[in-house]
């Protein structure tokens, strides 16, 4: 199971912090991405770090924002800068599963930029 939190209401220019909490150590296993959608939307991929912390984007978003993890307390974080209206969606992390642990997304959190 995995637990995001840090969304919230935040005004444009502003940062916000996104955690994904694991309840078990699987972090360590596999990669852990964030995702964003809006509604009506697709799932999209923003960016996603391995066990060792190596960190992929989309490029894109490769200037405003950072992917890390602390395996020791299972979680990944997501810190986004310079917030846009337009980035307001439901941020989830997903968990990529190995061969014995399954696949799994977070319940997602929401992130709402005012203008």
């Given at each position: ?6 969304g ?27 995702y964003?959608?809006a ?5 999209e ?19 405003r ?18 917030l ?32």
């Open positions: 199971r995995l637990v995001e939190s840090g919230g209401v935040v005004q444009a220019g502003g940062s916000l912090r996104l955690s994904c909490v694991a309840s078990g150590p699987v972090f360590r296993l596999n990669n852990v991405g964030w964003h959608q509604p009506g939307k697709q799932r991929y923003i960016a996603s770090n391995s066990p060792t912390g190596r960190a992929y984007y989309v490029e894109s978003v490769q200037n924002i950072t992917i890390s993890r602390d395996n020791a307390r299972d979680t990944v974080y997501l810190q986004m800068n310079s846009k209206p337009q980035n307001t969606d439901v941020y989830y992390c997903k968990y990529y599963g190995t061969e014995l642990t399954p696949e799994t997304w977070g319940q997602g959190t929401l992130v709402t930029v005012s203008s």
